[in-house]
Structure formats: structure tokens, C-alpha cells
């Protein structure tokens, strides 16, 4: 697909000064939003059953993206069954959506482009709300799971590759969650673990730990232990410190060239 639009509409002028791979994550964030906006209008039943949207150019000109945009949002929810495109005639509602899960695959269709940083910004934040639940909640047996992972995560770390480093970390923020007791925080951990799977992100996040074995060892260590101390604060900064080795790494390979300073 084109990443330059001649079809109508604008994206925002930074986005065509950017190189080929920063306009395609920036084309697949703003169809992303595109495609939420329209899933909330349906959703507050601005846009019933049966009803046509707006022409692309509408759209477009609406949310002051390009054509592109708007035509790929419409696709990926045309995939999730929500609207059906009509030859001659438009684009129609087809149905509400009926559960979270519609947005969740609607959005993850149109494969949203977000920037690595914001994805381990916004990970980091949750995170940290998860350590300090769980250093208030966690129990022995908590206790217990998350020393059993740390102890893999040290022994992975001691590998010539540490392929499974990446997924033992996840697992031992999984346990964290477990021992807040509280399920739609789990859920919420679940679906945002997904987009960061996603793209870039993840190769990012294990080039990062592969580089960085023995500092990632020595964070999961210190959120252990203030976990047994139910110590909220030194909990939240050891989550600080763990994103602090992925933002560093995204530092190094990407921001430093465009003159951005890492705050970590």
C-alpha cells in the first residue's frame, strides 16, 4: 500500500518529512484512530444498522487525515464485520459492536502503528499501578511463583542467547498481576502485552534485555524483594528501572538521531 496519498485529504505535515517507515507507523496510528472513531460513534449509536457513513472524503477531511487512512480503517473494520462496503452505494453499518473484543479486533486488524516508546511509556505506567497493588496483596504462595520465575530469569540470563529472557519477563509480570487479585487489571495487562507483541516493539524489547541480561536480573530482584516487604514505593521504581534499560535501548538506536533526549 502507498504511503504517499494523492487521493484527497492531508496528514500532518511532520509525517511527510519523516523516513519511509516513520510515515507507515504514523499512516497505521492515524487508521487506528480513524477506525476507533467510527467504532464510538457506532457504539453511541450515532451510526445504527443500516445506516451509510459518511464517503471517505468526508471522513477524511473530518478527522484531517488522507484518504488512505480512512479507507484502511474502513477495511479493517469491514474484516471485523462491522460495516460492509457496497459497490456503488458506500459504506454501511452492518452491526453494533458487541463486546470489547469487536474494538480490540477491529484495531488490531488495521495493525496500529504506535512509536515504541509510547507502548513501553504506557507499560511502564500500568505496571508500576500492578507492583504496588501486589506488594499490598501478595501472599506466600505469591511469593513463591514470582521467586520461582526470578530464579529462571537469573539461570536464562547465564545462556549463551537468552532466547527465552523476553518471555520469562512477561511471565513474571503476569504473576505480579495474579497477586493483585484484581481481574480487570489482568485484563487490561493482557490486551496492552498484545500491542506490544506487535511490530517493532517486541524485537526492540529483546535486543534490549539480550544487551542489558545482568541489569534486567538485578531489577526483577529488587521487585521481588519489595513485593516481600510490601515496600509500594521501592516497588515502583524497580519497575522504573526495568523500563529504564528498553527506553535507553530505544534512546541509543532511534530518538539520538533526531535530537530527542532520553528522560529515563
Known amino acids: 500500500m502507498r504511503t504517499g496519498d494523492k487521493s484527497g485529504g492531508t496528514e500532518a505535515g511532520p509525517e511527510q518529512q519523516m523516513p519511509e517507515r516513520g510515515r507507515t507507523a504514523e499512516r497505521k ?19 445504527a444498522p443500516g445506516d451509510r457513513l459518511p464517503p471517505e472524503r468526508a471522513l477524511a477531511e473530518q478527522m484531517r487525515v488522507s484518504r488512505n487512512s480512512v479507507r484502511e480503517a474502513l477495511s479493517a473494520l469491514e474484516l471485523s464485520g462491522i460495516v460492509e462496503a457496497r459497490v456503488g452505494a458506500g459504506t454501511f453499518v452492518v452491526r453494533t459492536p458487541s463486546a470489547e473484543t469487536d474494538f480490540d479486533r477491529a484495531l488490531t486488524t488495521v495493525d496500529i502503528g504506535f512509536d515504541a516508546i509510547e507502548m513501553w511509556e504506557a507499560n511502564c505506567e500500568l505496571e508500576t499501578v500492578v507492583i504496588g497493588l501486589a506488594a499490598d496483596r501478595a501472599t506466600s504462595k505469591d511469593h513463591e511463583a514470582l521467586d520461582d520465575i526470578r530464579r529462571k530469569i537469573a539461570a536464562e540470563t547465564r545462556t549463551p542467547n537468552g532466547d527465552n529472557l523476553l518471555n520469562l519477563n512477561w511471565v513474571f509480570r503476569q504473576a505480579l498481576a495474579q497477586a493483585t487479585g484484581n481481574g480487570p487489571l489482568r485484563a487490561l495487562q493482557a490486551a496492552l ?42 516497588g515502583e521504581e524497580a519497575v522504573r528501572q526495568y523500563y529504564a534499560i528498553l527506553r535507553r535501548h530505544l534512546a541509543e538506536k532511534y530518538l539520538g538521531k533526531h535530537g530527542k533526549a532520553d528522560s529515563a
Open 193 to 234: 502485552h498484545r500491542l506490544t507483541e506487535k511490530g517493532d516493539v517486541r524485537a526492540l524489547a529483546a535486543e534490549a534485555l539480550h544487551r542489558n541480561p545482568t541489569a534486567s536480573e538485578e531489577a526483577h530482584n529488587s521487585m521481588l524483594l519489595a513485593v516481600r516487604l510490601r515496600d509500594r514505593d521501592a
Open 29 to 47: 496510528r492515524l487508521s487506528a484512530q480513524v477506525a476507533n472513531h467510527i467504532l464510538a460513534a457506532i457504539d453511541a449509536k450515532i451510526y
